[in-house]
């Protein structure tokens, strides 16, 4: 039989993998990144229940190690797909594995290794060794080489200290047809980003971050180890304003809405006063949307003595002439230090400028963080998709290739999870 594959190892195509390979299927999962799981293991924690993505995910992973069904094709990417459903031919090629299968993460190559790069896990929050492990639960549970970083045999430190001889620094690319019988598109999504939005002035203040920078500030395996600290000088900040639709809604941006930023700002705000008693938040917002399960954590939010709801969009956030640029080396989203010492001292260097819909007033507030809900974009193109006005896949493709979750449009995980499944149910039949 021929075997199913599956583009994207997020939870969608993670589940889509062991939901058909519990029903007798056999699944190639491709991958691009070294690690499975997509944007949800960069998250600190997920509504509805705000637990942390290691919960779900880990039973995916027991379930996908466990089933000789799936193959898992980690840094893969797809070159070209043809032939008609039934007997698909898709060419994929996997980037050197110069750390292989042997690696038991032990971490000695990363003691020994001399070369630093960006953590692109942390938006470059940080950096690791040019050897490093892709993220904390990774899984596979391997070390991988960043071979823009690493200096090659011309070092050779990580081969030298690797007991198991797991490195090797000479791996070349793989190139592989894969026969298949149908094709489930999983690529899920990328963030937008919000240096070119005029007035938000993202690039000019390392206080000014993202929401899914935000994440990995608030995670305990991220950049403050569960301390949220102000990137410009490591204090706590006192006062945190959310701007949402930061870029979305906007013809000159993203015309569309990106259905999951409100209520990762509520949640992002229950974390923040869960976290730092002392602490204000206010939401700027055009509408709060929220709907389903998600509807009582707005309630949660209403009820909060510390945090405020303003309707109003955001039009200018100033940063002041001695904060601009400060600890912010590099290009923002690819090189960004996190440098804790640059600047201490400087409070309320941004000032967020309003209209307050509800009084008709314009406000100018001052701020130590502001947090841009900026939307989802979807992820790089996979050959051979039909895409929409705005990069999405449409359900209607060449027969045989199903799109799936946020590849499709932005959802939320339980809505992924469910769209997935039924990917799978398609490719099935
Ligand atoms: C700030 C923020 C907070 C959020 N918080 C929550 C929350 O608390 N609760 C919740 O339910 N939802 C939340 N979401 C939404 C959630 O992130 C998505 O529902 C989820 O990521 C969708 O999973 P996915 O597998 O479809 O896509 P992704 O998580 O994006 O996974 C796609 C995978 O495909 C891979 N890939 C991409 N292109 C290719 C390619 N060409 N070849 C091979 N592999 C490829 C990627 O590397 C990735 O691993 C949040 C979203 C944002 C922006």
């Known amino acids: 039989m021929r075997s199913i594959l599956i583009i994207g190892g997020g939870i969608s195509g993670v589940t889509a993998a062991v939901e058909l390979a519990e029903a007798g299927r056999e699944v190639i999962l491709v991958e691009q990144s070294p690690f499975l799981g997509g ?9 509805p229940k705000l637990c942390p993505p290691a919960c779900g995910m880990e039973i995916n992973f027991r ?18 797909i043809s032939g008609p459903k039934g007997a698909m031919e898709v060419e994929v090629v996997t980037a050197p594995q110069r750390v292989n299968d042997y690696c038991t993460a032990c971490g000695d190559c990363t003691e020994v290794c001399p070369v630093e790069r960006p953590d692109n896990f942390n938006y470059g929050m940080g950096t690791t060794k040019a050897v490093y492990l892709s993220q904390p639960f990774a899984f596979p549970q391997k070390y991988t080489i960043d071979a823009e970083y690493c200096t090659g045999t011309a070092c050779s430190k990580c081969v030298e200290a690797c007991q198991y001889g797991a490195i090797d620094l000479q791996a070349t ?24 939005i005029g007035g ?22 991220g950049p403050g180890e569960g301390k949220l600290l102000r990137p410009s000088d490591g204090k706590p900040p006192a006062s945190v304003a959310f701007v949402q639709c930061a870029g979305s809604r906007d013809r000159n941006h993203l015309p569309y809405c990106s259905a999951v930023c409100c209520s990762a700002s509520l949640k992002h705000a229950l974390n923040v006063v869960e976290l730092l008693p002392e602490t204000n938040v206010t939401i700027f917002y055009i509408d709060l949307r929220v709907s389903g399960r998600n509807e009582d954590f707005l309630g949660r939010v209403e009820q909060a003595d510390r945090i405020s709801l303003v309707k109003g969009k955001v039009a200018v956030i100033e940063v002041s002439a001695e904060s601009r640029g400060r600890g912010v080396v590099g290009t923002r989203l690819e090189k960004r230090e996190y ?27 001052a701020f ?27 359900a209607e493709q060449q027969e045989g290739i199903f799109p799936a979750a946020c590849a499709k449009r932005p959802m939320d995980v339980s809505a992924s999870v469910k769209d997935a499944t039924a990917a799978a149910l398609q490719a099935m039949k």
């Open 39 to 47: 944007n949800v293991v960069k998250m600190h924690n997920y509504f």
């Open 63 to 80: 379930r996908i190690r466990n089933n000789p069904r799936i193959r898992v094709l980690t840094g893969t990417t797809v070159q070209h």
């Open 173 to 196: 690319t793989v190139q592989e047809t894969l026969l298949v019988h149908a094709v489930i598109t999983a690529t899920g999504w990328k963030h937008y980003d919000p240096s070119g």
């Open 200 to 221: 938000l002035n993202y690039s000019l203040s390392p206080d000014i971050v993202t929401n899914v920078e935000f994440e990995r500030m608030l995670s305990v395996t």
């Open 339 to 365: 440098d804790t010492a640059a600047a201490a001292g400087n409070d309320s260097d941004l000032m967020v400028v309003a209209e307050d819909i509800t009084s008709g007033k314009k406000i100018k507030k």
């Open 368 to 394: 130590d963080m502001v947090v841009l809900a900026t939307g989802i974009v979807p992820a790089d193109g996979v050959p051979a998709m039909q895409t929409n006005a705005f990069g999405f896949y449409p």
